[in-house]
Nanobody, 129 residues
């Protein structure tokens, strides 16, 4: 199990950028595939991005491709979500999630929320028009 704490959310204008961070506890962070999800009021939680345990593979929902970038620093036990060219429809609570993997899953980038074991509390991102 890993504890996750997100930070970096806030209120920005359309076209601005934000970088979310997710700090993980424990000494086995590099064994986890990591993901970012978001949930807007009245909507279901949505996959945003995922990154494999090594950082060599990434995946994105189509609506953020070319604008968002997920990365990780295993030495700092942290995963990031760089969000550029933000739009009002990006407004949501953003959640970090972790999935324990083995060496045979080194390229694994889970996209479904039920594939993840541990979740953070979320950080709010609000984009005004």
């Amino acid at each position: 199990q890993v504890q996750l704490v997100e930070s970096g959310g806030g209120l920005v204008q359309a076209g601005d950028s934000l970088r979310l961070s997710c700090a993980a506890s424990g000494r086995t962070f590099s064994s986890y595939a990591m993901g970012w999800f978001r949930q807007a009021p009245g909507k279901e939680r949505e996959f945003v991005a995922a990154i494999s345990r090594s950082g060599g593979d990434t995946a994105y929902v189509d609506s953020v491709k070319g604008r968002f970038a997920i990365s990780r620093d295993n030495a700092k036990n942290t995963v990031y979500l760089q969000m550029n060219s933000l739009k009002p429809e990006d407004t949501a609570t953003y959640y970090c999630a972790a999935r324990r993997t083995n060496l045979y899953q080194s390229n694994y980038t889970p996209r479904m929320d039920d594939e993840y074991n541990d979740w953070g509390q979320g950080t709010q991102v609000t984009v005004s028009s």
